[in-house]
């Protein structure tokens, strides 16, 4: 299967000559790596085409994010040319590590983007006929800085080192249509490669242009010419990524971007189709589209709309529908479940509104209590209402968030229809998150138990029985990742980790129901108490941050600040740096992921019991070796499940008591009642930190003051999680400790989406 370095080295000159005019002596960094990339994309023509040509039924993926991260060493890795791009690198004074500079394909938020790209992965792996569409957003998630520990953000650049591994389909474009503007959709295709099988799927990711060529005369000119502007606005559509996650921010641009998603990519579905000569009525045995969270939904009344163009009954096209749709659900947050205004979407899109009014009707006629079931009411369009009342199957992203959506959420919808309700836990690809990332903890399981678990994540059980002996290799491969983790962090943060204090972590996106807020917290009272005395001997630890606030998001911006002003102070504190440093990484993305999973030895999951949906970070952790610091929320509970509690370190509040504690919560007794916890909390307000904007004052009043203070129950949770947080970081260093680290290891298996794309791929859309 491995290719070798000599026809490689060939393929990869001869793009050289023919794209960049140079040769291996004068190409640099970039050239080499759109031409490595390109002499892959060559090699990999005829099986991209298999797939994309293939008349099986396949499962559409729509997803208003795809956060890909760096393609190239995933590519190279899945068609085994890592090796052989190496040594034609290396041969001309060049190596991998050049392609570092490489930009992230940053085209997601955070877990949800992340999930869809490592279900492709997946997908492509296990054979399953998963494509997947999308937006090419011109600038990706923000880059992010601290500026005297404030986040500023920049326009993220992407496409900087070019984009070797699309390619532009311009015969494929189609018309999309708004009330007041038409643009062209333009598919850009990027190959999905699946783990040295032959197997390629593909991404098809959308961007606008104008239907005609620009005139700058007449939009000079005005003219009172719709079609310029209609022109110039149409980039727009596709302009940047909206950087909120799980928050609905109800802007129009934003539904124009979905719209456009979701009307450019049935086209194309249904004009391949009608081309192979089938019947529309029988579009559910070539197809089915899983709609992931409610950014896509809008696909259901376009849909409606496209068959009706067609010829079709509503009925038999609501029929249809029925069986191609299929929902996941990500958040039960109400301020992430996505609502429209009605006149705000039928000005824009007046078919389309006819379809979900008619679809309101049709609900209506079932003759049920219209005060439980409504898609419209109060002139709100629910999209996730819509969602459930047309799709075929439902489904949560862990047992416990399943298990609240059909409990709590979405009650009354279970109750209608429990069996479109189903579990699908997430999952995370071993490949890019263990064999990538981690090369030489793979080696070393694969001499233990051979290759198998590369695509057979269960395998990693036959690992425990050699947990004793693997411990020294274990720990030394851990501390070559810190020493190289903490020289990168020295490098581009300025700050010095020792790495042989305990890392512990806690990266993912800033908001307040992930509690960073808490982990700072217990940070100051280790540090007071180290300093007063009352806290003895502690373990020397480096608290390790990484996370991006959405730029309107204000308490997860106050949040970042304070912890950066927490940095700060330990770390130029010097008898507590000793023992302690604090560092809020810059712009975490996917490769920092990479970099940080590998060395860290805790894993901080410590969302407020029943807000996190599933969470892919913990399993991250979990498959390169680390304990868990979590609370019983999302996919914790299964790693516990899976791992055994013992092997983790549970604290807090569990989601019946979260809903017991509300009734009569009152942070600010907590705090009087709770020295340590006071002083950690008036350093928000006493001085200890410079803040000319006064977010620390304002995050204060979340807390205590105000309407529903501390609604994350971070005070309540506080002793709870200082004291296991303690005891965990105590016994780093034991043999006990790596054995919990391994124990984690062995028992990740579940959490591979490999598992999760076959569950999809058998329960939901009944493909292979
Ligand atoms: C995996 C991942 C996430 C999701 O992390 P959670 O801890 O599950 O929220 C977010 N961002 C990046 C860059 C990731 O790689």
Redesign the pocket.
């Given at each position: 299967m491995a290719i070798d370095s000599k026809k490689f080295s060939e393929s990869v000159e001869r793009v050289l000559h023919a794209d960049f005019g140079c040769d291996y002596e004068s190409a640099g960094a970039r050239e080499l790596y759109n031409a490595v990339s390109k002499a892959v994309m060559v090699q990999a023509f005829d099986a991209w085409n298999e797939g994309r040509n293939s008349q099986k039924k396949r499962c559409c993926y729509f997803s208003a994010e795809f956060?890909m991260?760096r393609s190239i060493y995933a590519n190279l890795l899945n068609l085994d040319c890592l090796e052989a791009a190496k040594k034609a690198l290396e041969k001309v004074g060049h190596s991998l590590n050049d392609f570092e500079e490489v930009e992230d394909a940053a085209l997601g938020n955070?877990?949800l983007g992340?999930l869809a790209a490592c279900y492709l992965e997946s997908a492509a792996t296990m054979g399953i006929p998963l494509d997947g569409y999308g937006i090419r957003y011109r600038y990706g998630l923000f880059r992010q800085t601290f500026v005297d520990g404030y986040q500023h953000e920049e326009g993220d650049d992407w496409l900087k080192w070019g984009d070797p591994w699309s390619v532009k389909c311009e015969r494929d474009a189609v018309i999309v249509e708004f009330a007041d503007q038409k643009v062209k959709a333009v598919p850009y295709d990027m190959p999905v490669f699946g783990y040295r099988n032959g197997v390629v799927n593909n991404l098809r990711l959308w961007s606008s242009e104008p239907v005609q060529e620009f005139d700058f005369n007449a939009f000079n000119e005005m003219k009172g010419d719709r079609t310029a502007l209609e022109n110039f606005n149409a980039t727009k559509i596709c302009d940047v990524l909206y950087p909120n996650d799980n928050t609905m921010v109800g802007k129009i641009l934003r539904l124009r971007q979905q719209y456009f998603l979701v009307s450019a990519s049935l086209q194309d579905i249904l004009r391949k189709y009608k081309a192979q000569g089938k019947k529309l009525k029988d579009l559910d045995k070539s197809y089915c589209f899983q709609l992931n969270d409610t950014h896509p939904v809008i696909a259901i009344p376009e849909l409606l709309r496209l068959l009706k163009k067609e010829g079709m009954e509503f009925e038999e096209a609501f029929g249809v529908c029925s069986k191609v749709f299929n929902f996941t659900n990500h958040t039960i947050m109400a301020e992430a479940l996505e609502k429209w205004d009605a006149l705000a979407l039928s000005d824009l899109l007046p078919e389309v509104y006819e379809e979900i009014v008619a679809c309101q009707h049709r609900l209506e006629s079932e003759g049920l209590d219209t005060d439980k079931y409504y898609i419209i009411r109060d002139n709100v369009i629910h999209m996730a209402n819509l969602a459930i009342y047309v799709a075929a199957k439902v489904n949560g992203v862990a047992e416990i968030h399943t298990n609240i959506l059909k409990t709590d959420v979405f009650k009354n919808w279970y109750e209608l229809y429990p069996k479109k309700f189903v579990n699908v836990t997430n999952g995370?690809t071993p490949r890019r998150w263990l064999l990538l990332n981690n090369p030489e903890t793979a080696a070393l399981i694969d001499k233990y138990i051979g290759e198998a678990w590369h695509t057979d994540l269960k395998e990693l059980r036959n690992l425990r029985p050699h947990i004793p002996e693997m411990l020294p290799d274990f720990k030394r491969i851990k501390g070559e990742n810190k020493k190289k983790l903490a020289a990168y962090i020295a490098e581009h943060e300025g700050v010095n980790i020792p790495p042989e204090f305990c890392f512990d972590v806690q990266?993912?996106?800033l908001h307040e129901y992930?509690r960073q807020m808490l982990n700072a917290l217990s940070i100051l009272y280790f540090y007071f108490g180290i300093k007063d005395g009352t806290v003895k001997d502690f373990p020397p630890t480096a608290f390790i941050f990484g996370a991006k606030a959405a730029p309107g998001y204000y308490n997860a911006k106050a949040i970042i600040k304070f912890i950066n002003e927490i940095a700060r102070l330990v770390n130029e504190d010097g008898e507590v740096s000793k023992v302690m440093r604090v560092v809020f990484v810059q712009n975490?993305?996917?490769s920092?992921?990479e970099k940080i999973v590998c060395a860290a030895d805790v894993s901080e999951?410590i969302s407020m019991a029943g807000m996190?949906a599933?969470?892919?970070?913990?399993m991250?952790f979990m498959l390169n070796g680390t304990v868990t610091l979590g609370t019983l929320d999302g996919a914790n509970v299964e790693i516990c499940e899976e791992a055994g509690r013992e092997n983790n370190c549970i604290f807090g509040a569990t989601v019946e008591e979260v809903a017991a504690i509300k009734q009569f919560y009152c942070p600010r007794e907590f705090v009087e009642q709770d020295p340590a916890l006071k002083r950690a909390v008036n350093t928000l307000i006493d001085g200890t930190f410079s803040d000319d904007a006064g977010m620390l004052q304002k995050l204060y009043d979340s807390l205590i003051n105000g309407h529903d203070p501390d609604r994350y129950l971070v005070c309540f949770d506080f002793r709870s999680y200082v004291e296991a947080k303690e005891g965990l970081l105590h016994s780093y260093g034991t043999d006990e400790f790596y054995t919990k680290c391994l124990e984690n290891l062995c028992a990740a298996g579940k959490f591979s989406a490999d598992r999760s794309v076959t569950d999809y791929a058998r329960h939901i859309w009944k493909i292979k």
């Open positions: 956060l991260g955070g877990g992340r995370i990266v993912k996106r992930k975490y993305n996917v920092y992921a999951q996190e599933s969470g892919t970070g913990n991250k």
